[in-house]
Protein backbone atom coordinates (compact mmCIF):
# COMPACT_ATOMS: atom_id res chain seq x y z
CA UNK A 1 0.00 0.00 0.00
CA UNK A 2 1.48 3.18 -0.88
CA UNK A 3 0.41 6.49 0.67
CA UNK A 4 0.01 9.69 -0.90
CA UNK A 5 3.33 12.03 -0.21
CA UNK A 6 0.43 14.95 0.65
CA UNK A 7 -2.11 12.96 3.04
CA UNK A 8 0.40 13.78 6.04
CA UNK A 9 2.53 16.95 6.96
CA UNK A 10 5.95 16.54 9.04
CA UNK A 11 5.62 17.97 11.93
CA UNK A 12 7.28 21.57 12.07
CA UNK A 13 10.44 21.59 14.62
CA UNK A 14 10.99 18.13 14.76
CA UNK A 15 14.20 16.38 12.77
CA UNK A 16 14.13 13.12 10.54
CA UNK A 17 16.71 10.83 10.36
CA UNK A 18 16.79 7.55 8.37
CA UNK A 19 19.79 5.09 8.48
CA UNK A 20 20.35 2.08 6.54
CA UNK A 21 21.92 -0.03 9.79
CA UNK A 22 22.64 0.98 13.14
CA UNK A 23 22.94 -1.14 16.44
CA UNK A 24 20.01 0.26 17.90
CA UNK A 25 17.68 3.64 17.28
CA UNK A 26 17.26 3.72 21.31
CA UNK A 27 21.21 3.80 21.59
CA UNK A 28 21.80 6.25 18.13
CA UNK A 29 19.17 8.81 20.41
CA UNK A 30 21.37 8.56 23.09
CA UNK A 31 24.22 9.32 20.84
CA UNK A 32 22.71 12.03 19.52
CA UNK A 33 20.90 13.76 22.51
CA UNK A 34 23.63 15.94 24.01
CA UNK A 35 24.16 17.43 20.63
CA UNK A 36 20.59 18.01 19.16
CA UNK A 37 18.48 21.30 19.74
CA UNK A 38 15.50 19.92 18.84
CA UNK A 39 13.41 16.97 19.17
CA UNK A 40 13.45 14.50 16.13
CA UNK A 41 12.74 10.82 14.78
CA UNK A 42 15.75 8.60 13.75
CA UNK A 43 14.33 5.22 11.72
CA UNK A 44 16.72 2.43 10.97
CA UNK A 45 15.99 -0.08 8.24
CA UNK A 46 18.11 -2.73 10.13
CA UNK A 47 18.90 -2.93 13.94
CA UNK A 48 21.79 -5.15 14.90
CA UNK A 49 21.20 -4.71 18.53
CA UNK A 50 17.23 -4.01 19.03
CA UNK A 51 15.91 -4.27 22.40
CA UNK A 52 12.62 -4.23 24.37
CA UNK A 53 11.71 -3.92 27.90
CA UNK A 54 13.64 -5.11 30.45
CA UNK A 55 16.87 -5.53 27.81
CA UNK A 56 14.82 -8.72 26.17
CA UNK A 57 16.14 -8.41 22.36
CA UNK A 58 14.03 -7.28 19.67
CA UNK A 59 13.76 -8.81 16.41
CA UNK A 60 13.99 -6.98 13.16
CA UNK A 61 13.16 -8.72 10.19
CA UNK A 62 13.77 -6.64 6.70
CA UNK A 63 10.99 -4.63 5.93
CA UNK A 64 9.60 -4.03 9.91
CA UNK A 65 9.63 -0.46 11.66
CA UNK A 66 12.61 0.28 14.18
CA UNK A 67 12.22 3.92 15.19
CA UNK A 68 12.58 6.61 17.91
CA UNK A 69 11.28 9.72 18.95
CA UNK A 70 13.47 11.65 20.77
CA UNK A 71 12.37 14.41 23.08
CA UNK A 72 13.32 17.14 25.67
CA UNK A 73 10.90 16.83 28.00
CA UNK A 74 10.97 19.44 31.51
CA UNK A 75 8.62 18.01 33.32
CA UNK A 76 8.31 15.83 36.42
CA UNK A 77 9.62 12.49 35.59
CA UNK A 78 6.17 10.95 36.76
CA UNK A 79 5.05 13.02 33.87
CA UNK A 80 7.17 12.16 31.32
CA UNK A 81 6.43 8.45 31.87
CA UNK A 82 3.11 9.58 30.89
CA UNK A 83 4.19 9.90 27.43
CA UNK A 84 3.98 5.61 27.07
CA UNK A 85 0.13 6.23 26.50
CA UNK A 86 0.56 8.95 24.57
CA UNK A 87 3.07 7.33 22.16
CA UNK A 88 0.14 3.97 22.03
CA UNK A 89 -2.54 6.20 20.87
CA UNK A 90 -0.81 7.48 18.01
CA UNK A 91 0.69 4.06 17.13
CA UNK A 92 -2.84 2.50 16.92
CA UNK A 93 -4.18 5.75 15.32
CA UNK A 94 -1.58 5.44 12.73
CA UNK A 95 -1.73 1.88 12.04
CA UNK A 96 -5.81 2.33 11.44
CA UNK A 97 -5.05 5.29 9.06
CA UNK A 98 -2.49 2.81 6.95
CA UNK A 99 -4.85 -0.25 7.59
CA UNK A 100 -8.66 1.20 7.64
CA UNK A 101 -9.61 -1.41 10.17
CA UNK A 102 -9.91 0.32 13.56
CA UNK A 103 -12.17 -2.54 14.67
CA UNK A 104 -9.15 -4.50 14.52
CA UNK A 105 -6.68 -3.08 17.00
CA UNK A 106 -6.51 -2.63 20.71
CA UNK A 107 -3.98 -1.24 22.96
CA UNK A 108 -2.19 -3.84 25.87
CA UNK A 109 -1.74 -1.83 29.21
CA UNK A 110 1.38 -1.02 29.55
CA UNK A 111 2.85 -0.45 25.92
CA UNK A 112 1.62 -2.53 23.12
CA UNK A 113 -0.31 -2.61 20.36
CA UNK A 114 -2.17 -5.69 19.65
CA UNK A 115 -4.12 -6.78 15.94
CA UNK A 116 -6.60 -9.35 16.01
CA UNK A 117 -5.32 -10.49 19.56
CA UNK A 118 -1.88 -10.72 18.81
CA UNK A 119 1.23 -8.43 19.00
CA UNK A 120 2.08 -5.95 16.19
CA UNK A 121 3.58 -3.10 17.89
CA UNK A 122 5.32 -2.09 20.95
CA UNK A 123 6.71 1.08 23.18
CA UNK A 124 9.59 1.39 25.25
CA UNK A 125 10.68 4.33 27.01
CA UNK A 126 14.25 5.57 28.12
CA UNK A 127 14.84 8.64 30.84
CA UNK A 128 18.47 9.86 29.67
CA UNK A 129 20.43 13.19 31.38
CA UNK A 130 17.71 15.79 30.08
CA UNK A 131 15.74 13.93 27.09
CA UNK A 132 13.69 11.12 26.43
CA UNK A 133 14.00 8.38 24.36
CA UNK A 134 10.35 6.81 23.04
CA UNK A 135 11.19 3.75 20.87
CA UNK A 136 8.29 2.03 18.65
CA UNK A 137 8.69 -1.22 16.95
CA UNK A 138 5.92 -2.51 14.61
CA UNK A 139 5.98 -5.74 13.09
CA UNK A 140 4.88 -4.45 9.11
CA UNK A 141 5.81 -7.50 7.34
CA UNK A 142 6.89 -9.98 9.37
CA UNK A 143 6.60 -11.17 12.93
CA UNK A 144 8.53 -13.05 15.45
CA UNK A 145 7.74 -16.68 15.56
CA UNK A 146 6.54 -18.35 19.14
CA UNK A 147 9.72 -19.85 20.47
CA UNK A 148 11.20 -16.40 20.24
CA UNK A 149 8.63 -14.50 23.01
CA UNK A 150 8.50 -15.22 26.36
CA UNK A 151 6.54 -18.27 27.64
CA UNK A 152 2.75 -17.12 28.20
CA UNK A 153 3.24 -13.79 26.40
CA UNK A 154 0.52 -12.54 23.28
CA UNK A 155 1.61 -14.39 20.05
CA UNK A 156 3.44 -11.79 17.68
CA UNK A 157 1.60 -10.93 14.26
CA UNK A 158 2.55 -8.66 11.29
CA UNK A 159 0.51 -6.07 9.54
CA UNK A 160 0.74 -7.90 6.59
CA UNK A 161 -0.46 -11.17 7.38
CA UNK A 162 -3.68 -9.95 9.59
CA UNK A 163 -4.75 -7.41 6.95
CA UNK A 164 -2.82 -7.80 3.56
CA UNK A 165 -1.74 -4.05 3.85
CA UNK A 166 2.04 -3.44 2.93
CA UNK A 167 3.56 -0.26 4.16
CA UNK A 168 7.46 0.37 3.65
CA UNK A 169 9.05 2.01 7.03
CA UNK A 170 9.41 5.17 5.56
CA UNK A 171 5.77 5.59 4.82
CA UNK A 172 4.55 4.65 7.80
CA UNK A 173 7.14 6.86 9.80
CA UNK A 174 5.41 9.81 7.83
CA UNK A 175 1.93 8.90 8.78
CA UNK A 176 3.01 8.40 12.62
CA UNK A 177 5.18 11.22 13.21
CA UNK A 178 2.43 14.12 12.48
CA UNK A 179 0.15 11.92 14.28
CA UNK A 180 2.18 11.60 17.37
CA UNK A 181 2.70 15.91 17.29
CA UNK A 182 -1.36 15.82 17.85
CA UNK A 183 -1.24 13.57 20.99
CA UNK A 184 1.77 15.29 22.56
CA UNK A 185 0.32 18.79 21.75
CA UNK A 186 -2.90 17.48 23.29
CA UNK A 187 -1.10 15.60 26.08
CA UNK A 188 1.31 19.02 26.84
CA UNK A 189 -2.43 21.77 26.93
CA UNK A 190 -4.24 19.35 28.70
CA UNK A 191 -2.78 16.91 30.77
CA UNK A 192 -3.27 13.39 31.00
CA UNK A 193 -6.95 13.16 31.55
CA UNK A 194 -8.31 12.70 28.08
CA UNK A 195 -5.11 10.60 27.16
CA UNK A 196 -6.22 8.25 29.51
CA UNK A 197 -9.82 8.40 28.32
CA UNK A 198 -8.96 7.74 24.71
CA UNK A 199 -6.50 4.89 25.89
CA UNK A 200 -9.16 3.15 28.01
CA UNK A 201 -11.53 3.48 24.92
CA UNK A 202 -8.96 1.55 23.12
CA UNK A 203 -7.83 -1.17 25.49
CA UNK A 204 -7.76 -4.50 25.33
CA UNK A 205 -9.40 -6.68 28.09
CA UNK A 206 -11.11 -3.74 30.33
CA UNK A 207 -13.43 -5.10 32.61
CA UNK A 208 -12.38 -9.06 32.31
CA UNK A 209 -10.36 -10.87 34.12
CA UNK A 210 -5.93 -10.89 33.87
CA UNK A 211 -2.98 -11.74 35.26
CA UNK A 212 -0.24 -9.03 36.12
CA UNK A 213 3.32 -10.21 36.81
CA UNK A 214 5.35 -8.13 38.67
CA UNK A 215 8.96 -8.97 39.87
CA UNK A 216 8.23 -10.62 43.08
CA UNK A 217 4.63 -11.79 42.47
CA UNK A 218 1.88 -12.72 40.46
CA UNK A 219 -1.50 -11.15 40.64
CA UNK A 220 -4.89 -12.47 38.89
CA UNK A 221 -8.22 -10.15 39.21
CA UNK A 222 -10.01 -7.87 37.07
CA UNK A 223 -8.67 -5.17 35.02
CA UNK A 224 -10.86 -2.16 36.20
CA UNK A 225 -9.00 0.57 35.18
CA UNK A 226 -5.75 2.47 34.34
CA UNK A 227 -5.70 5.64 37.16
CA UNK A 228 -4.39 9.44 37.08
CA UNK A 229 -1.02 7.98 37.41
CA UNK A 230 -1.09 5.27 34.72
CA UNK A 231 -1.13 2.95 37.22
CA UNK A 232 -3.06 -0.72 35.98
CA UNK A 233 -6.05 -0.95 38.98
CA UNK A 234 -6.75 -4.97 39.24
CA UNK A 235 -9.65 -5.93 41.48
CA UNK A 236 -9.08 -9.07 43.46
CA UNK A 237 -10.08 -11.36 46.20
CA UNK A 238 -8.24 -9.46 48.51
CA UNK A 239 -8.83 -5.87 47.27
CA UNK A 240 -7.96 -3.10 44.48
CA UNK A 241 -4.82 -2.92 43.49
CA UNK A 242 -2.49 -0.59 42.09
CA UNK A 243 0.00 -1.75 40.13
CA UNK A 244 2.86 1.11 38.72
CA UNK A 245 4.66 -1.98 36.80
CA UNK A 246 4.15 -5.29 35.49
CA UNK A 247 3.61 -7.94 32.37
CA UNK A 248 -0.03 -8.39 31.90
CA UNK A 249 -0.92 -11.87 30.63
CA UNK A 250 -4.32 -12.63 29.52
Known amino acids: ?81 LRSFVAALALHEALVVVSGRPESFALKWPNDVLLNGGKVAGILLERGKGHLSIGIGVNLIDAPTRAEVEEGAVAPVSLLSETGVSVPPEE ?65 AKGTLSIPAAEVYF
Open 172 to 236: FLDVLAPVYARWEAQFTTYGFAPIRTAWLERAAKLGELIRARTVTEEHHGTFETVDAFGNLVLKT
Open 1 to 81: MLLSNKAHIWPDGVGRTVLAETDSTMTEAARVAASCAFPQWILAHRQSAGHGRRGRAWSMPKGNFAATLLLFPNEAPEIVA
